[in-house]
């Protein structure tokens, strides 16, 4: 049973400079909800109730997000706001939320490796909070169904469009049914030549807590970073790592276009703003 989640969000989030200047770039509003909201409901409607964020410098509205807000929630008492004021608290109620820090953003395996003291010896899911992934069964709910059934690494990975491959980690892999793949190898953001397959991975894990030996055995790799993809790369060499290509709609928060078009689907899917929104959208073609 995988319990715990480590959702990384130390980065400087530079693609959204200058906004992120002050701001982290996973509290950068869905309209009304940040983006590590979106995070970590999909793990507690996984089943995951202890989270582990790992933080960094200029990162405190993440802890105060998911915090009590007396003076808010005081404010909206007098005001009668019963319904927004129930919003604001479950917020604060959701799960049982750690954070951790990580001093030099050095890399996602450096900031997966700075939980392992709070995972301890024992299977763990990681989300990354760019991504959100709409989905009917969660998408890291997917993964850890497989992993329940051979007690191995899994990875959510999909079709990449060619001219994506280069921001990727890309497989090899057999395809051993039809959503599941064996990798062979792991490509961090190869050329398209390089690129073994137009398979990629997104920021969705579960992982053996071995995964931590090897991200201390990792050199800096692309970017002079400690990389994730090349501690699973080790991994891959000692034990079977699958990759599951799960069902749902991604958008890649941590780009701008796709940070625009997850706000239009989800104003579109709100019954209060989608007529306004569409005709708004209409009157543009
Ligand atoms: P990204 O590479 O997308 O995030 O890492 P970034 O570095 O913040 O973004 P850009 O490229 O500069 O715009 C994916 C996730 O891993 C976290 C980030 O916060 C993000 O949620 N991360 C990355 C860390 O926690 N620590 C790191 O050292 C690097």
């Given amino acids: 049973?995988?319990?715990?989640?480590?959702?990384?969000?130390?980065?400087?989030?530079?693609?959204?400079?200058?906004?992120?200047?002050?701001m982290p770039k996973e509290m950068l509003p869905i309209i009304d909800k940040p983006i590590i909201h979106f995070v970590v409901e999909e793990a507690i409607f996984s089943g995951i109730e202890d989270i582990i964020v790992v933080t960094g410098r200029g990162k405190r509205a993440i802890e105060d997000y998911f915090d009590a807000s007396p003076e808010i929630e005081n404010h909206l008492v007098r005001n009668k706001k019963y319904e927004l004021l129930r919003e604001v608290q479950d917020i604060s109620s959701l799960a049982?939320?750690?954070?951790?820090?990580?001093?030099?953003?050095?890399?996602?395996?450096d900031a997966v490796l700075k939980a392992e003291k709070?995972?301890?010896?024992?299977?763990?899911?990681?989300?990354?909070?760019?991504?959100?992934?709409?989905a009917g069964t969660p998408c890291i709910k997917q993964l850890m169904n497989l992993f329940e059934k051979h007690k191995r690494a899994v990875i959510g990975v999909e079709e990449v469009a060619k001219e994506k491959i280069k921001d990727y980690g890309i497989i090899k892999g057999k395809k051993i049914d039809q959503s599941i793949y064996l990798i062979e190898n792991i490509i961090e953001k190869p050329s398209l030549e390089e690129a073994p397959s137009n398979?990629?991975?997104?920021?969705?894990?579960?992982?053996?807590?071995?995964?931590?030996?090897?991200?201390?055995?990792?050199?800096?790799?692309?970017?002079?970073?400690?990389?994730?993809?090349?501690?699973?790369k080790m991994l891959i060499g000692e034990e079977d790592v699958y990759g599951y290509a799960f069902s749902g709609k991604r958008y890649d928060a941590g780009n701008k276009a796709e940070y625009v078009k997850a706000i239009v689907d989800f104003a579109l899917e709100r019954e209060e703003l989608k007529k306004d929104v569409k005709r708004y959208l209409e009157g543009l073609t």
């Fill in 1 to 22: 049973m995988i319990k715990k989640a480590v959702i990384p969000a130390a980065g400087l989030g530079t693609r959204f400079l200058p906004a992120t200047k002050s």
């Fill in 96 to 109: 049982d939320i750690h954070y951790i820090r990580q001093k030099d953003p050095k890399g996602l395996g």
């Fill in 118 to 134: 709070h995972v301890g010896d024992e299977p763990f899911a990681v989300l990354l909070g760019d991504d959100i992934i709409k």
């Fill in 199 to 232: 398979i990629g991975t997104v920021g969705r894990y579960v992982l053996t807590p071995e995964t931590f030996d090897y991200i201390k055995k990792t050199p800096p790799g692309k970017g002079n970073e400690m990389q994730l993809t090349d501690a699973i």
